[in-house]
């Protein structure tokens, strides 16, 4: 089995770990906070860093590109302000790279999405090469399992669910679907 991890700003990191998580051959998913250069950051205090989730996962059964697809359909790519109800910068959202061939792929993807037609705004998804990923604190992890009554009322009043449900009918709508 060869592990790798990436980093995904998908707004609130409760989401995004509870997402990704559901990924076959994903490990692991750890929310924390990536970005910044110096620092140690807390919840109350992470200025200069974006709420983050460090994916771990097996190689052979998922690739990079499957899991940036995979996030791309489960945020709204085309909001640079923040994702949904939580605002400022460290909500928004980027993908973070380790090398070249990374970078490549997030690349394409961003063009073949903003390409798609789903979207009438641009795509504002950054990507950024990866830094610094500090974990959270340890309440924040598995939140959505922890707290399932506080995070599913969270995440159906932030307009999440309906947004990537939305999407999706385009999607099927419009029979647009990634390129493999």
Partial sequence: MENNNAIFAGGCFWCTESDLKKVE?????????????????????????????KVVY???????????????????PTDAGGQF????????TAIYYKNEEEKSVAESLIKELSDSGIYEKPIAVEILPE???????????EYAKKNPVH??????ASGREDFVARVCQIREEKKINWKD
Avoid at 131 to 140: P, S
Avoid at 151 to 156: L, Q
């Fill in 25 to 53: 051959g994903v490990i692991n998913a750890i929310s924390g906070y990536a970005g910044a250069k110096e620092g140690s950051p807390t919840y109350e205090n992470h200025g200069g860093y974006r709420e983050a989730t």
């Fill in 151 to 156: 995070y599913g009322a969270y995440r159906a």
């Fill in 58 to 76: 097996d190689a052979q059964k998922v690739t990079f590109k499957k899991l940036c697809q995979f996030f791309l359909d489960h945020i709204d």
């Fill in 85 to 92: 109800h939580d605002r400022g910068d460290s909500y928004k």
């Fill in 131 to 141: 830094g610094m990923f500090y974990n959270a604190e340890e309440y924040h992890q």
